[in-house]
């Protein structure tokens, strides 16, 4: 049995050893065990949980697991700690258990090929809470663990074919080859690295790195330190701020050790003291405690160490501190325990209140001075006759400030502005001060003359710091004491002019107190008030009178209302009611409301309501009706106006009748809705203008004709906005001229809001109130129809005139022909009655060829230019008489004479046979002639006038006894013209044809 115990145990080749007893201690070793462990001996007798403990580090966390089979650090005494993995069998048998343990598997070398995959490196690899990861000579990963998957968001095989520069923060890339190139030479290297996730997180590490842990392969590990550096970043700026926030705060601050010295002090704490930080740091806080409270104070601190607790500011204590240069300033300090580095420090808030004291005083003063102000209105307003409250008042000052003395001056009446001392006197003790008040009393003051006169020129207090020796206070005795020292005077101002002076004297010389002369100044002018109110009752009562003449006289009804009966009223009240003063007050004042007011509200309610609002001081003014006792109604404005009247609550009722004017209103109103739905409803473009040529109110007509909504033009310039630009000027001065007062009828061309001209009449009116012109109204009319029309009337007429002319010019030509046969008739016969009988018909027929052709040659062929056309006929007819042996002249006195063309074809004619008759009759035997051919008109008269200077005619020819054809014509077309010819005889024939236009 020995000898197999000797083979499993003793000769076993692996490491074994013997646990026993419930402790597991170690009873023995195996030789196995003495070689691999030494001095492995040593630690019998110890119990396993001494010599092994569990596999944990910031690696590999340790976990609970079961003692039979477990990885663990054999720790031997003296001797280094080794990983194992430790197997326990339990051995049958004995009274304690007892144990046979063996230890297999020690931790292989890095060195070992297969290393990496035993499972003490692969449990440690893979659980580690550190980025671990193998690199070859290239940089690129060969192993990387589960937690670098994990922080930088690749999976295992993204990251087995990534290298170190793919992972490392993109600004550090740069020399990452020459950092692994130094990295493989020396061996080692240490420090902290940023790498870059996936997502570009920046994620800060520590890194401890070997090379060659295997020839080629180098190990990294790296531990995520990015929440610290964040936390260590945050630490930092929230110490900056804390830092700069007590830099910045208003007040002193020191931080004090529980031995009183000053550890911290702010930079307000060295302002405030004087000192520097140097000089604070350091030194005891009793440095600045004054001297006479330093041992007090430090008894303080020993109680607030023993029992540190939180004490406000404001804590009724008086406290002070000295600066540097001995000055003590008050304080008020808040004190607060502040743990640091595990001692209990004061922290010490110190604050100047010196400010605060100052207005606190203040406050107290001014409380005081408002007090006095009450007491002096109280006194005011009790106070029978101003002379009375100005001596109470005189003796509530003086008592207010504690001063004896105090005294009126008042302005004389003579005219002189001097001030005279009047008897309104308060002495707190008149013997004292009994000459001083004979010698004032006989003392007048002109204006800059000592204290006094200074305030009447200035209108302002004056002070005097010591009277009895001043050699400017006029009142003073060098060799008698007065017993007056400080004074000063104040003017009683109403509208800035000083009607009285109040002076005051103290037994102690005092400097000037601008405080105290700023509020006496006040209660200058609040007495001012009540030399106004004292004036104002004498004016009341002179006022009275008057204001009873003008109450009666009133256009308009006034009634005094008590708060139970009418008092009184006036007589355009009796007018107005119908009634008598009696019948009135007899009533109350809603005895003339109607049951219900034109808006549908009882009047009762709102008028009772109205009138008791004013009882209460609050002023009405509205609008009512009211009803007479004959059932007639009237409108009217009301005011209800309270008035104390005798010491009583009172209403000044006024009413105004309105009734003619409401019904011009209602007139106004309908007259503006007429004019409303005119200017809505017109069929032409309506455009209202203010003096800025802005539109203000477009009406429908003027939104259709132009494309534009009223929103889009208010506002807008008229002329900029619808004017072409060629036009703008042109519409600019229409409307300025318009404002001037004039008004406008044009054509022109506007422009739409789609670029499009259309062709508008404006007309424009100013509109004018009071003779000043306010706006303007214009009115735009589309002619675009029109316009249409008349191109195509046009075009119609100007086809007519073409065609007018083209029968004119035929009428011509067919004339022309008919006498060139007449002239071929005229040349083939032999008769000479025939002739000349061809010759007239010709001449006639070329008169009215002259006409057509005249005609023809004008744009018009309504009508004709005849003094034209006679000189052609003259020089036509002339030129078919032509006769060597005669000579015979035209002369013309003509003036433009439009003829219609028949009036033209008749009087041509008639002209020819005149023209024809003379050349043929008139010269028989002479060889010279002259004929003269004259037209005129005359308020619608045409005058034609004939006359030559031949033989004359025959006297039956003239009586129409004769018949030939010539003679017939002239009278025919006499009587086709509608006129009268008359035939004389005057050295020649004269022939004077007139007619009417």
């Not at 502005?417 to 009393?441: K, V």
């Not at 230019?865 to 006929?873: G, R, S, V």
């Not at 039956?956 to 010539?966: D, P, R, T, W």
Request: charged share 30%; proline share 4%.
């Amino acid at each position: 049995m020995k000898n197999v115990e000797e083979a499993l145990f003793g000769s076993n080749p692996i490491p074994m050893l013997l646990i026993s007893g419930q402790n597991k201690e170690v009873t023995d070793i195996n030789k196995a065990f003495q070689r691999q462990f030494d001095p492995a001996s040593k630690i019998i007798g110890h119990t396993l949980q001494e010599i092994t403990r569990p596999l944990a580090s910031s690696l590999c966390p340790a976990e609970d697991s079961d003692i039979s089979n477990d990885f663990l650090v054999l720790s031997l005494p003296e001797g280094d700690d080794t990983i194992v993995e430790l197997s326990l069998q339990q051995i049958e048998g004995g009274e304690e258990p007892r144990y046979l343990g063996s230890i297999k598997g020690l931790f292989p070398p890095l060195l070992a090929k297969d290393s990496i995959q035993h499972p003490i490196f692969k449990s440690i690899f893979d659980k580690a809470l550190d980025i671990i990861l193998v690199a070859d000579d290239e940089g690129r990963f060969t192993q990387v663990n589960k937690t670098a998957c994990k922080k930088l968001g690749y999976s295992r095989e993204e990251l087995l074919g990534m290298g170190v520069e793919d992972i490392t923060y993109t600004p550090m890339q740069s020399y990452t080859d020459k950092k692994w190139e130094n990295f493989q030479r020396t061996g080692t290297d240490e420090g902290k690295y940023l790498l870059e996730a996936k997502d570009g997180t920046v994620i800060y590490t520590e890194y401890r790195a070997i090379a060659n842990v295997r020839p080629g392969q180098h190990l990294s590990i790296l531990r995520d330190v990015s929440e610290t550096i964040h936390i260590e970043e945050e630490l930092q700026a929230s110490e900056g701020r804390f830092k700069r926030l007590l830099d910045a705060a208003p007040d002193a601050i020191f931080v004090v050790d529980q031995q009183g010295e000053i550890l911290y002090s702010n930079p307000e704490a060295e302002s405030m003291m004087g000192y520097s930080e140097e000089e604070l740091v350091g030194n005891p806080i009793e440095m600045l405690v004054p001297e006479l409270m330093r041992e007090e104070h430090k008894d303080h601190c020993r109680r607030y160490t023993e029992n540190p607790h939180k004490r406000p500011m404001g804590a009724d204590l008086e406290l002070s501190a000295i600066r540097k240069d001995g000055t003590e300033v008050p304080v008020d300090i808040m004190l607060g325990p502040l743990k640091e580095n595990g001692e209990v420090h004061t922290l010490a808030v110190v604050r100047d209140i010196s400010d605060f004291q100052e207005a606190q005083e203040k406050i107290r003063r001014e409380q005081s001075f408002t007090k006095l102000l009450h007491s002096l209105t109280k006194i005011a307003n009790e106070a029978h006759g101003l002379d009375k409250a100005l001596e109470k008042s005189i003796q509530e000052i003086c008592e207010f400030m504690d001063w004896p003395v105090g005294h009126a001056y008042k302005p004389a009446n003579d005219g002189s502005g001097e001030f005279y001392p009047a008897d309104l006197w308060y002495l707190q003790d008149p013997e004292t001060f009994e000459d001083f008040r004979r010698f004032t009393m006989g003392v007048r003051f002109s204006p800059g003359e000592g204290m006094v006169g200074d305030v009447i020129e200035t209108g302002r207090p004056q002070w005097v710091r010591n009277a009895h020796e001043d050699p400017d206070f006029i009142r003073r005795l060098p060799d008698i004491d007065l017993k007056i020292r400080a004074c000063f005077g104040f003017p009683i101002l109403v509208d800035e002019k000083v009607v009285g002076i109040l002076e005051f004297f103290s037994s102690k010389v005092l400097e000037e107190d601008a405080l105290l002369l700023e509020r006496m100044a006040t209660i200058g002018h609040q007495l001012g008030r009540v030399y106004e109110r004292y004036n104002a009752e004498k004016n009341l009562k002179r006022s009275e009178q008057k204001f009873k003449r003008l109450f009666d006289t009133s256009f308009d009804a006034i009634l005094i209302l008590g708060e139970e009966e009418l008092i009184d009223c006036n007589r355009r009240a009796e007018e107005l009611f119908r009634c008598s003063c009696n019948e009135l007050t007899d009533h109350a004042l809603n005895a003339f409301f109607p049951t219900i007011q034109p808006s549908g509200e009882a009047s009762d309610d709102i008028g009772n309501k109205k009138v008791k609002q004013a009882f209460l001081g609050e002023d009405q003014f509205f609008e009512w009706q009211f009803e007479r006792q004959d059932g007639t109604c009237f409108e009217a404005e009301v005011s209800l106006i309270h008035m104390p009247l005798h010491g009583e609550n009172c209403v000044q009722a006024i009413i105004r009748d309105i009734t003619e004017r409401k019904e011009k209103d209602r007139l106004l109103k309908k007259n503006m809705e007429l004019f409303s739905q005119l200017f809505e409803n017109a069929p032409v473009g309506l455009v209202l203008l203010d003096k800025d040529h802005s539109i203000t109110r477009v009406n429908e007509s003027f939104e259709e004709m132009f494309g534009y909504q009223l929103s889009e033009l208010q506002n807008k310039d008229v002329d900029s906005f619808l004017a072409p630009p060629e036009r703008k000027q042109e519409a600019r001065d229409i409307t300025s001229r318009t404002l001037q007062g004039e008004s406008f009828q044009i054509e022109t061309i506007r422009q739409c809001k789609d670029g499009k001209d259309v062709p508008v009449l404006i007309a424009t009116v100013p509109v004018e109130i009071d003779e000043d012109i306010i706006a303007i109204f214009g009115i735009y009319v589309d002619i675009s129809k029109r316009k249409e029309a008349e191109q195509q009337l046009k075009e119609q007429l100007e086809e007519k005139k073409i065609l007018l002319a083209e029968i004119h010019h035929r009428v011509k030509n067919n004339l022309a022909v008919i006498s060139g046969l007449l002239e071929l008739q005229k040349d083939t016969t032999e008769h000479e009655e025939a002739y000349r009988s061809l010759q007239d018909s010709q001449t006639r027929i070329q008169s009215m060829g002259l006409i057509h052709e005249q005609l023809y040659q004008m744009e018009l062929f309504s009508s004709l230019q005849f003094d034209e056309y006679i000189q052609n006929l003259g020089e036509s007819v002339a030129s078919s008489f032509i006769d060597s042996s005669k000579e015979i002249s035209i002369s013309y006195d003509t003036e433009p004479v439009e003829l219609e063309m028949d009036q033209a074809i008749s009087c041509g004619l008639l002209l020819n046979e005149l023209l024809t008759n003379a050349f043929k009759h008139a010269f028989p035997d002479h060889a010279n002639g002259h004929i003269k051919i004259a037209v005129h008109e005359e308020d619608g008269i045409v005058r034609l006038k004939v006359r030559d200077n031949g033989v004359g005619i025959p006297e039956e020819v003239k009586e129409g006894h004769n018949g030939s054809l010539g003679i017939k014509l002239i009278h025919t077309l006499t009587q086709q013209l509608g006129g009268e010819i008359e035939i004389t005889q005057d050295n020649g024939s004269c022939f004077i044809l007139t007619f009417e236009l």
